[in-house]
């Protein structure tokens, strides 16, 4: 709970400079994206792996705060009908927030450069269905590390892939820990002011 407590601190904060910059006049941008994930994730406790695959999508916007950096807000929900080979489901709905640092690019320049960029997202979870036990599901603090890439299709619109370290912190009787991988695409589109 502190962990969802202190991300919301943070996002709180975040918002605090970017409000601040939009009040001293300061031209603007960032972007909006859709985009669907695959999630490889071990949820039980029980030694080995245990994996199965979660389908979604999510959706985040960010903000530029120069050439290089951007705050980045993010909701997702991923789920399967059929965890385990069984016929339990399993939801897993984050919201997320953190810095993305977007990396130099030497080797292309223009309106058609890719765009690279590295992030850190940090909040919150809920875990519900057949699988968790719980009617009403159960919270966790989440994370991910990872980055992507984007690539320009017009001025405004860019397709994005993406690939981050997913780790949740739900109650397993063991670990109470999951390390999952998330694979995801999707399309962006820009803004500016």
């Known amino acids: 709970m502190r962990s969802i407590a202190l991300a919301c601190v943070l996002l709180l ?3 605090a400079a970017a409000a601040a910059q939009a009040i001293s006049g300061t031209s603007h941008s960032g972007d909006i994206a859709l985009a669907y994930h695959w999630v490889h994730t071990n949820a039980p406790p029980n030694g080995g792996c245990g994996c199965f695959a979660l389908n979604g999508g999510g959706i985040s916007g960010s903000w530029n705060f120069g050439p290089r950096l951007a705050v980045v807000a993010e909701a997702s929900v991923d789920h399967t009908a059929k965890a385990l080979a069984s016929n339990e489901s399993l939801t897993l709905t984050s919201y997320m927030a953190g810095p993305r640092y977007y990396l130099p ?3 292309m320049h223009g309106p058609h450069a890719f765009q690279p960029f590295a992030q850190l997202l940090v909040g919150g979870a809920h875990a519900g269905g057949g699988l968790v036990g719980v009617s009403d599901g159960s919270s966790a603090f989440a994370g991910r590390l990872g980055g992507g890439v984007n690539v320009p299709i017009t001025y405004a619109i860019a ?7 997913y780790i949740t912190d739900f109650g397993n009787n063991a670990d109470n820990h999951q390390n999952n991988i998330l694979i995801g695409g999707g399309i962006v589109l820009h803004w500016s002011r």
């Open 159 to 165: 397709a994005r892939v993406q690939g981050d370290y």
């Open 13 to 15: 904060g975040m918002a």
């Open 105 to 107: 690019n030497p080797w």
